[in-house]
């Protein structure tokens, strides 16, 4: 459950991640463009970076970076995503680059109808193809710019092409072979078209674990905004504003999320804690009194925040 995912402490909210596919990839030279009809929708702005051999992933991570607002070159990439010995990359680098950039990664669904909603949203997808077979495989990443749904071609940056144009049945093909991998970077506080709450949750917990709380906190904001009845949603935003010393920002954000879950005890709990930051000790006591009373699978951590709510009122908590 998500309000797992949020437990009680910093710790608890970093130890959420991603499952990545680990996938080695290198890089291959795609075929010939072909026709595009005039119903395209096309991301004309998204830079380009001509590849060269096996440069593939920090060209198409350069370019939705650059996109979003980061100016950076593959060649700055490079030594962080390049293994020569293996002449690939690994694509939970590229998305541990992503963060360490400041941008929130959203993995999308494995359909072409998410990749063009992205598209038409205007997010650029960089995704993984096999341009070959399962058992050989030639890997490549490249990134979605269009799609012209009357010739039904999709518009890449791949190769040393700026308007790669596949058919999508030799793009969802290729794709498929790399087990439909793809994901939108963004700029924090911007929504992928095609997310769902916890999904998102996902994506902007990593954001944080990895670039800190106040790079996190606007992809928080826009969650609770757009999903405004989502209880975890409102908990990490708290914990995030709690870490950046907002302390009336993380009540109120904890209030709203036991306004939309009553009996989420690890609101209550987080709370408490908030609570006795301000020195008010007889709310954060009936506020973790109510958690431990909820119980659930984290009530030894709530009667720890009990007991330390207890000893920091009394002013005799141990030292550490």
Known sequence: MLDQVFALTRRHLRAGALLLVAALTGCAAPGPPRPVGPHTVELSKVPFFPQDSYQCGPASLAEVLSFTGVPVHPEALEPYLYLPARKGTLQAEMIAQARR???????????????????????????????????????????????????????????????????????????????????????????????????YLQAAAALEQVAGARTALPAYRAGVTHWPDSAPLWIALANGLQAQGDLDGAEHALRAALDHDPSNA?????????????????????????????????LEQFRNTLTTIRCRQRGDCPSR
Do not use: C
């Not at 408490?272 to 506020?287: C, P, T």
């Open 101 to 199: 950039h400041g941008r929130l990664v959203y993995p999308i669904e494995g359909s072409i109808a998410a990749v063009t909603a992205e598209v038409a949203a205007g997010h650029p997808v960089l995704v993984l193809q096999n341009l070959a077979f399962s058992w050989w495989p030639i890997w490549h990443y490249s990134v979605v710019v269009g799609f012209d749904p009357d010739a039904r071609t999709v518009i890449l940056r791949s190769g040393e092409q700026a308007r790669h144009q596949e058919p999508y049945e030799l793009f969802r093909r290729t794709w498929t072979r790399a087990k439909r991998w793809g994901i939108v970077v963004l700029p924090p506080g911007q929504l992928p078209a095609t997310a769902t709450a916890h999904n």
């Open 266 to 298: 690890i609101a209550y709990n987080n709370l408490a804690m908030v609570l006795a930051d301000r020195g008010r000790w007889s709310e954060a006591l009936a506020a973790v009194h109510h958690a431990i009373a909820l119980g659930g699978p984290f």
